[in-house]
């Protein structure tokens, strides 16, 4: 492996940790290298604290070795104050000279500008390096700024003969058809995404909290569809646990593309990703207008004599797994 890849390579491998984390902010992961060696490694601090590049230099014991030392990172610098001043300056003030990027930053306030400042102040600068990889792992920073949406992941589980629910039930809870490791993954999706959305009957029919109790971390925003604003505030997903939002025909037009409205109001609250999890109607929905990037399925063992069929989609198979007695498939948009 060519030595600026085995370095990105790192720097995607240590940007997970800020997963879930970082929202709105994209998880960007940093390492300094002096003589072949890591002196200094850092990734994005939950949203508002210090960037990756400001912990990786943070990191370093000498810091006369970064004048003569090169900063690896999976997205161009920031070059404007937000909640933190601009990495390239940081970069700038301690003459590091060589700076490796994976892919530039699309948003309009860097796009550019990150990597003309380093420039200017004499820095080296080698640009797109395993571009490809780190563009998939800013999937969620990059849709949110280039289409002006969230990152939008469908999930549901079907029974083995493809249905998603029971016509009709006894209690006002979920009919589960995974097993309890399945639900704990979906759990821990919940952490990494910044936004849960389901359709009225859900609420109506389940009652969920879709909160991540069964995994640590930050519980996602919630969102609910409710045309009629008919959901009273004695439902799960109107408790303290998190943010709920409602939208209502208020908030947008039944009658025209009702994804597409979704999207632009979760794109106004800053929101930069979000699990559909309703029924098979409401995924229907994001389906037919063409407002997905990644699909979850889970197809468990059971089987209903009938019920509510799974929504149709087409998608490219990315990647299956077995998890005990279900099965896992990922599903991406092309």
Same mark, same amino acid.
């Given at each position: #492996?060519?030595?600026?890849?085995?370095?990105?390579?790192?720097? +995607?491998?240590?940007?997970?940790?800020?997963?879930?984390? %970082?929202?709105?902010?994209? #998880?960007?992961?940093?390492?300094?290298?002096?003589?072949?060696?890591?002196?200094?490694?850092?990734?994005?601090?939950?949203?508002?604290?210090? *960037?990756?590049?400001?912990?990786?230099?943070?990191?370093?014991?000498?810091?006369?070795?970064?004048?003569?030392?090169?900063?690896?990172? $999976?997205?161009?610098?920031?070059?404007?104050?937000?909640?933190?001043?601009?990495?390239?300056?940081?970069?700038?003030?301690?003459?590091?000279?060589?700076?490796?990027?994976?892919?530039?930053? =699309?948003?309009?306030?860097?796009?550019?500008?990150?990597?003309?400042?380093?420039?200017?102040?004499?820095? *080296?600068?080698?640009?797109?390096?395993?571009?490809?990889?780190?563009?998939?792992? *800013?999937?969620? @920073? @990059?849709?949110?700024?280039?289409?002006?949406?969230?990152?939008?992941?469908?999930?549901?589980?079907?029974? @083995?003969?493809?249905?998603?629910?029971?016509?009709?039930?006894?209690?006002?809870?979920?009919?589960?058809?995974?097993?309890?490791?399945?639900?704990?993954?979906?759990?821990?999706?919940?952490?990494?995404?910044?936004?849960?959305?389901?359709? $009225?009957?859900?609420?109506?029919?389940?009652?969920?909290? +879709?909160?991540?109790? *069964?995994? %640590?971390?930050?519980?996602?925003?919630?969102?609910?569809?409710?045309?009629?604003?008919?959901?009273?505030?004695?439902?799960?997903?109107?408790?303290?646990?998190?943010?709920?939002?409602?939208? $209502?025909?208020? =908030?947008?037009?039944?009658?025209?593309?009702?994804?597409?409205?979704?999207?632009?109001?979760?794109?106004?609250?800053?929101?930069?990703?979000?699990?559909?999890?309703?029924?098979?109607?409401?995924?229907?929905?994001?389906?037919?207008?063409?407002?997905? =990037?990644?699909?979850?399925?889970?197809?468990?063992?059971?089987?209903?004599?009938?019920?509510?069929?799974?929504?149709?989609?087409?998608?490219?198979?990315?990647?299956?797994?077995?998890?005990?007695?279900?099965?896992?498939?990922?599903?991406?948009? =092309?």
């Amino acid at each position: #492996m060519h030595q600026h890849s085995f370095y990105i390579k790192r720097c +995607l491998e240590i940007a997970k940790n800020g997963l879930g984390s %970082t929202r709105p902010n994209p #998880m960007v992961g940093c390492v300094i290298v002096y003589q072949d060696k890591i002196i200094g490694e850092g990734f994005t601090s939950a949203y508002g604290k210090n *960037h990756a590049e400001v912990n990786a230099i943070n990191s370093v014991k000498n810091k006369n070795l970064l004048k003569e030392s090169t900063i690896y990172v $999976t997205l161009e610098p920031c070059s404007h104050f937000g909640k933190t001043p601009p990495c390239s300056d940081l970069i700038s003030l301690h003459k590091i000279p060589n700076v490796v990027i994976g892919c530039i930053d =699309d948003n309009i306030q860097v796009s550019g500008k990150g990597i003309k400042k380093l420039k200017d102040s004499g820095c *080296h600068v080698t640009v797109g390096i395993l571009e490809d990889e780190c563009k998939k792992h *800013h999937k969620r @920073f @990059f849709t949110f700024h280039n289409k002006k949406r969230p990152y939008v992941i469908l999930k549901w589980a079907q029974t @083995f003969n493809g249905f998603i629910a029971p016509k009709a039930k006894d209690e006002q809870k979920p009919v589960w058809i995974t097993n309890r490791f399945s639900r704990q993954l979906t759990h821990k999706w919940r952490t990494e995404e910044q936004a849960i959305l389901v359709g $009225t009957n859900t609420v109506l029919e389940d009652n969920p909290s +879709l909160t991540s109790r *069964h995994w %640590t971390g930050e519980n996602p925003v919630r969102i609910v569809i409710d045309k009629e604003n008919k959901l009273s505030q004695s439902f799960n997903i109107f408790n303290r646990d998190s943010k709920t939002i409602s939208i $209502t025909n208020k =908030d947008i037009d039944f009658s025209k593309s009702i994804a597409q409205q979704i999207c632009s109001i979760l794109f106004n609250n800053d929101i930069n990703s979000v699990i559909i999890e309703g029924g098979t109607r409401t995924l229907q929905t994001f389906i037919d207008e063409n407002l997905w =990037d990644e699909a979850r399925v889970f197809t468990g063992q059971s089987v209903f004599k009938s019920g509510i069929k799974a929504p149709v989609f087409s998608g490219t198979l990315t990647s299956e797994q077995k998890i005990v007695t279900d099965t896992l498939k990922i599903y991406s948009n =092309d």
